[in-house]
């Protein structure tokens, strides 16, 4: 396990194996320095997000400290763990933390990985600030869990701006899991704002997707939500503009990393784009902050999940460095300004309030914004907490 502490943004990053001890130890005794485990997608088919939120983390944490890596006269000092996108390395890794006494965890790239993570915070009683991990069973599902990205339920409630005076929407997505729930979803939101919501599932084997593109068209919908992910998706948009999708009828889908871009293809730019984030989106102090720090100077879809962390794992610890039910207390209710604009860490349930964008593609590698869903607008509807 590699631990990295940054202790002002102009230490130097000091790797080290990381020692076992007891929860004395590890916290100081109130007197040492504030130890904070990441576990996050370091590897595996999720490192590229892992990659954004690390760096938009350590952003965050020298922007909400001043620059010093420090609370009062306490250290903060991360320690960072890959768990590969795997739920049982992550609850293992989390347990490990937790053993050697951090009151304070984050990351979770992964929803799967969150779901599972989550409940040890709650038996444990310890703060965890889960990561870019979009799954709406986050939200409300304990006390002690926080999240700091989206959720899905507001890219849907984004993509219902699109809908104007249409009626009849339709969702093409994937036969699984991922494609059901997108369908449960839109029907949920649009439908209950009185759209006649159908879908078309397609087999995850299929990689002609003409005939489906054709179903599209006949249907003539007045809106197309399309969730789909993998391999196949540049086929996928390939046809949807080659049978006339695109230009016949209103299409949305969520903007994904910049890496992803160039797999919407020549129809890329008649897309309607639902977006949680992407460079230039906003302009305030914290984008200022955090685009000096990211390599290159160009922001990307999870930078912001990774500095909205840091801020509200600082703002916690400047609360009640050592007591973790007063840190959750400080964050219910939570108000602050971040990369995105004006965030709120709602009480009840812990959702976080947050505008949203639409945006389009002005070419392979640019998007503009064309409109802001304001974080009212996009606010998911309280969930009762459970634990």
Known sequence: MNRVRMTSVLAAVTLSLAACGSPQAATGGGSGPLEVGIVYSQSGPLATYGAQYAEGFKAGLAHATGGTGRIGDRAVEVTWVDDAGDPVKAVSAAKDLIGKGYRVLGGSTSSGVALQVAPLAAENRVLFVSGPAATDGL???????????RQSYQDVLTARTFLGDGKKVLVFAPDSAFGKSNVDAVTAVLGGAGATVTDIAVPANVTDFTPFASQIKAAAPDLVFVAWAGATAGAMWQALDQQGVLASTKVVTGLDIRASWAGFGAGGTKLN?????FDGAADNAAYQALKAAVP?????????????????????????PDDVDKMVTAL???GFDSVKGRLTVRA????????MFQAKLTGADAVTATGTVSADDAAPPA?????
């Open 273 to 277: 784009l639902l977006a949680h984030y």
């Open 332 to 334: 219910e209710g939570y």
């Open 348 to 355: 009840e349930d812990h959702a976080l309030l947050q505008p």
């Open 139 to 149: 939200t409300g599902l304990n006390r002690y869990t926080f999240r700091s990205g």
């Open 296 to 320: 290159g100077g160009r922001t990307d879809l999870f930078h912001p999940d990774g500095f909205v962390a840091a801020q509200m794992i600082v703002h916690a610890l400047q609360s009640s």
């Open 383 to 387: 969930a009762a907490m459970k634990g």
